[in-house]
């Protein structure tokens, strides 16, 4: 059977030079007239197709229809009008929904490229005894229909590494905290690897600790730091300096033995360096600096309470 | 300018201790730092202390990495803690005299 729309478009075809685009605009009018038309077929048979490739397994049938029904109107809209704004806001948002529940990027991918064969499908059924029509149809399906596919992806990706990025951030500031232990005395432990990122966060955060705490004294404790460079080890003096330079002294503990004679080998000046040998020398160091003195009291509350119990 | 009037009122007051406080200002380059480093020496010289106080974070790890360290300058948190070590500092070369 042959539509009106039909004639008018093969009419169309034959006077207009191929792919010009009021040719393919025509087309698309055309195509998104079809999918509309058999909206619910098409998209039954998308969500069939999404369970019989088992992805989306983290989401319920239920879950995916409802999903595949918005998805599959956005596509039809973005097809319709070019645009791809509305499309691109929707899958930032479904991608926001998802990621927590651990949908992968193939997933998404794949079930864009099922709906993308299943519309190409119909597309086939529907104008397989017209070649040259056929032909013309997928000229102007397809470019839409890769942007599609394309916009998904990133949208979905985007949303993943933004996510990430947060991660980072969230991980970096724990990484370094900047504690008080005593009224004006801040200690920083830095475990794991010094990058120059970190390093140069981990001064930041040190300095506006200073600020913040009014702290006279500064215990760096780098115990848990594996290996140092001379990039690092130059930062670690200039953070000693800065610190002075806020009125904080600054005593470093726990240099390991491999650190301390790379320190020496690559010629860093430690000389304005205040070393301690560990954690606990270094707070008792810092203790006498601001005139703490700490004293065993008469009864130690630990032995008492034990022998109350016997 | 800044240099001569603070150091005449050091002798003019018979000041024990100077204090400098560049809570003000967003950079210290060298010229700056090579000044406050000089007036803190000149005023040694005159037999008074100096204390620089109020250096920002950001300026302080600016100068450090321009390689300016103030040595052998003190340094306080703010104008409190300035007044808080010049007395202590005062009081100590008053009790042991």
Known sequence: ?????????????????????????????????????????????????????????????????AEATSVYDNYVAALETGTFEALQTYSRNLSERIIPRGVETHEVIGIVLLLRDVLARSLF??????????????????????????????????????????????????STPVLQVRE?????????????????????????????????????????????????????????????LL????????????????????GVDLGKMNTVGDLQGGIEEAERLLGYKVVPSEAPALISGIRDET | MLQSALVE??????????????TALDVLDSFASRTLRDIAHIIRLRGAETVIVGVQPEVAFAMVQLGITLEKVSTALDLEEGLAYLDQKLQHARATP
């Open chain 1, 247 to 266: 009125g904080a002294t600054v005593i470093v503990t726990g240099l390991s033995p491999e650190i301390a004679q790379t320190l020496v080998k690559i």
């Open chain 1, 125 to 174: 059924a529907k104008y397989q005894s017209d070649f040259q029509l056929l032909n013309r149809i997928l000229d102007a399906y397809e470019p839409a229909a890769n942007r599609i596919a394309n916009t998904v992806a990133v949208g979905f990706v985007q949303e993943r590494e933004r996510i990430i990025r947060e991660q980072q951030e969230a991980i970096r500031e724990l």
């Open chain 1, 184 to 244: 004006r005395l801040l200690i920083l432990p830095i475990i794991g690897v010094i990058d120059p990122q970190r390093a140069r966060q981990l001064t930041e955060q040190l300095l506006r600790g200073i600020r913040a705490n009014r702290a006279r004294v500064v215990v760096i404790d780098i115990t848990g730091v594996a290996a140092m460079d001379s990039h690092v080890a130059n930062h670690l003096v200039q953070t000693v300096e800065a610190s002075r």
């Open chain 2, 9 to 22: 009122k050091v002798g003019k007051f018979r000041s024990r201790g100077v204090i400098v406080d560049v």
């Open chain 1, 1 to 65: 059977m042959t539509t009106p729309w039909e004639t008018q478009l093969k009419s169309l075809i034959q006077t207009e030079p191929a792919r010009s685009p009021a040719a393919t605009t025509a087309l698309l009018r055309e195509l998104v007239e079809h999918l509309r038309q058999h909206r619910t077929e098409l998209r039954e048979e998308w969500a069939r197709r999404i369970t019989e490739a088992k992805v989306l397994t983290a989401m319920s049938d239920a879950e995916i229809f």
